[in-house]
């Protein structure tokens, strides 16, 4: 007998949710089934993948969202409202004003979603923790490192994950978050300062801190256009998109670090792999793991496995044009990408946020740790802080 795990989206169970936000929950259900039924198939086959362990063996992968999303339409086309929508709230179907604040009516949902059925790996083989050490973040980063190298530079390979997936991955990738998320930025941090500011008076009374949600919205469609490759582009590769302690299944024995395994696609798509380096680290590790160096160490760790990797399917006749990631520029993307991840933290989740609300969730391990844990929100602040002024100094810089 096998044990097997199930994974169900029953869309008429979000019927509560506006337009804008049950699309993305839709998409991600399609995104995933993709990912097992098409993605992954042609990654085993191109030679690139060098473990079969990558992800759980999957038995069954489909999605229906006839009606709702087109199948050419990408993830990223978010001004798309289907027609049935238009006909449901519009009189005599001609309304064209319906936005993605409307919701949908569950008898238009009834039937559609998705279903996987994947190997279960078992709870005696492996484990799942958060927050997480840093040799098991080091673990896990070299898994996304064999993702990452089986996708990088190759258009070919890309240019399917980007029509099939999304041509810009990621579940906090600007593209596909609610308008309002941006636009309500600024109050956004006025809310969460005016929380917090007590634990740490001299942090938040900083100039630079105190200007910190304009200065996200101001820096934001600069940061998401650059950490955003298209699929023929530079660095490009395919991403996780949601890459936090809890989607990766850590082995028992901590030595094969090779039998990592990853899980949960619904928001893979073309990206820089910094990205989810960024996600990672933000997620799982505690803010003492980052300092004296600590931060850089696992960004180093994670290009060692990923030049490791890419070597190792590099075909011997063309090792002479090989270009490795350079540190500098990697460590770059890697700033940039963690201000991207801010902009999603302060704008999805720390519009509401509260001692109160983190207290409720400090054992929450599925819970990003930057907004359940005090003291890694505080240290998260002072990293953006300083990142952020590096990309406003360069930004200055090129436009002298």
Known sequence: PSELFVKQVDASHFSH?????????????????????????????????????????????????????GEEETATDVSHVPSALLAANGENGTNTTITGDDKVSPDLLRGKGGALVLTSLGSDRYFQKSPLSPHQASTCLAAVARLHAACWEDASILSVVASRLSDMGGSYNLAVRN????????????????????MNVELFDRESVKNLGQRVYDNAEYISEAVSPKHTDAYATCVHGDFKAMNVFLPADES???????????????????????????????????????EEALVDQYLTALD?????????????SYRPYQRELAMKHYKLATVDYFRFILGRFWRVASPETFEKRKDSPNSTLVNRNVEAALAFVERVDRYLAEIEIEQMNLAK
């Open 256 to 294: 094969r670090s090779e039998d990592a395994v990853l899980i949960d696609f619904a928001s893979a798509g073309v990206g820089l792999g910094l990205s989810d380096v960024a996600m990672h680290v933000a997620h799982a590790l505690r803010p003492e793991d980052l300092e004296n160096g600590g």
């Open 179 to 198: 308008p309002k998320e941006l636009k309500n930025m600024v109050a956004s941090w006025e809310h969460f300062r005016s929380q917090f500011r007590g």
């Open 17 to 69: 949710k506006a337009w804008a936000d049950l699309r993305r929950t839709l998409l991600y259900s399609r995104t995933e089934a993709r990912f097992y039924g098409e993605i992954l198939p042609l990654l085993r086959s191109s030679g690139k993948l060098t473990t079969s362990h990558l992800a759980p063996d999957c038995h069954l992968a489909e999605c229906n969202l006839d009606g709702l999303v």
């Open 308 to 320: 490791a990797e890419r070597r190792r399917t590099t075909k011997a006749e063309d090792l002479h």
